[in-house]
Each structure stands twice: as structure tokens, then as C-alpha cells.
């Protein structure tokens, strides 16, 4: 009688089989993908800092060495575009901005910083405002899967490393 069963449903049960099989593989790609998408939008997140560094730059250049004020996005605006100052996980979920510059190196000289690859900048941070000035301690880890990117004063981009300066101003 088993084997008569067997033989009956072997079709349906193999077909079901394959449906749980095929699923699982479906469930896996569905999250490679998602890993995928937060190394995208993390990826584009330090390309839009790359440029906001490249935007700082030329506004010391062209401003005696010295940094931006407290409206550092509204001074950097001619420098680079509109889209470039929002981070792309807060974009993504309709939201702007998502940035802010280090609180103590406003207003200063470009040269009175002894080592720019190792100051931060400009990074993540939760507080979504145009021109958000804080403390880099203050760096967001609630995007990109916990690993924030800074903008180093150098113009580099490092993602996950606060460094700290050895003479800050």
C-alpha cells in the first residue's frame, strides 16, 4: 500500500521538492541583495564626501586657506551639487541631508591643521539639517550597517575610522 502511494504522488512530491529548494535559493539571493544595496549606498555615500571634499578645497583655495563658518553647506553650494550634501540612505528613505562638519575646525586656517589626514571633517550624522555642526565623537552608526563615513581633512574618505589629530586647534 506504501509503495503504491510512493509511486502515485512521487510527481507532487518531488514538484514540492524542487518549490522548498527553489525558495531557499530565493531567500538567499534575497539577501546577498540586500547586503548588496547597503554596500552600494555606502559606496555612493563616500563618493558624495569625496566630492564635498573636493567642494571644500576649492572654497579654501579661493577663501585665503580658511574654512568654512557655521553655514558650510550654503558656502560650499556653488562648489558641487544639490544632491551631493544628502546622504543616499537618507535619500532613499525621502529624507535630506545627513552630514555634519567637525564642531572645533570652523572658521579656522587650513594650515593650522598639523595633520589633515588624520582630521575629521565631515561625517554622519543623524541630525538631518543643512549646515550640522557637531563633535566628531557624535558620528552616526545607525547607517550603512554601523560603519560610518568621514571625510578626513585631506580630502580622503575612510569608512569606520574616527582618527584623531595630534594637534587639534
Known amino acids: 500500500m506504501v509503495?503504491?502511494?510512493?509511486?502515485?504522488?512521487?510527481?507532487?512530491?518531488?514538484?514540492?521538492l524542487l518549490a522548498c529548494a527553489v525558495s531557499i535559493?530565493?531567500?538567499v539571493n534575497v539577501s546577498s541583495l540586500a547586503k548588496h544595496e547597503q554596500y552600494v549606498l555606502r559606496t555612493h555615500c563616500?563618493?558624495?564626501l569625496r566630492m564635498i571634499g573636493a567642494s571644500t578645497l576649492m572654497y579654501v583655495a579661493d577663501f585665503d586657506d580658511r574654512l568654512m563658518g557655521v553655514s558650510w553647506v550654503t558656502a560650499l553650494a556653488p562648489y558641487g551639487k544639490d544632491e551631493d550634501f544628502d546622504c543616499?540612505?537618507?535619500?532613499?528613505s525621502g529624507q535630506h541631508f545627513g552630514y555634519a562638519m567637525a564642531s572645533h575646525i570652523v572658521l579656522i586656517h587650513y594650515d593650522k591643521i598639523i595633520s589633515p589626514e588624520a582630521e575629521p571633517l565631515i561625517f554622519d550624522f543623524d541630525y538631518?539639517?543643512?549646515n550640522a555642526i557637531?563633535?566628531?565623537?557624535k558620528i552616526s552608526r545607525n547607517r550603512h550597517e554601523r560603519i560610518p563615513n568621514l571625510l578626513f581633512a585631506d580630502g580622503?574618505?575612510?569608512?569606520g575610522r574616527l582618527?584623531?589629530?595630534?594637534g587639534r586647534p
Open 46 to 48: 563616500a563618493h558624495n
Open 163 to 166: 582618527g584623531t589629530s595630534s
Open 156 to 159: 580622503h574618505v575612510d569608512s
Open 25 to 27: 535559493g530565493f531567500l
Open 134 to 137: 557637531a563633535d566628531p565623537s
Open 128 to 130: 538631518l539639517n543643512a
Open 88 to 92: 543616499p540612505e537618507q535619500r532613499k
Open 3 to 16: 509503495h503504491v502511494f510512493a509511486r502515485r504522488y512521487r510527481f507532487w512530491i518531488c514538484l514540492l
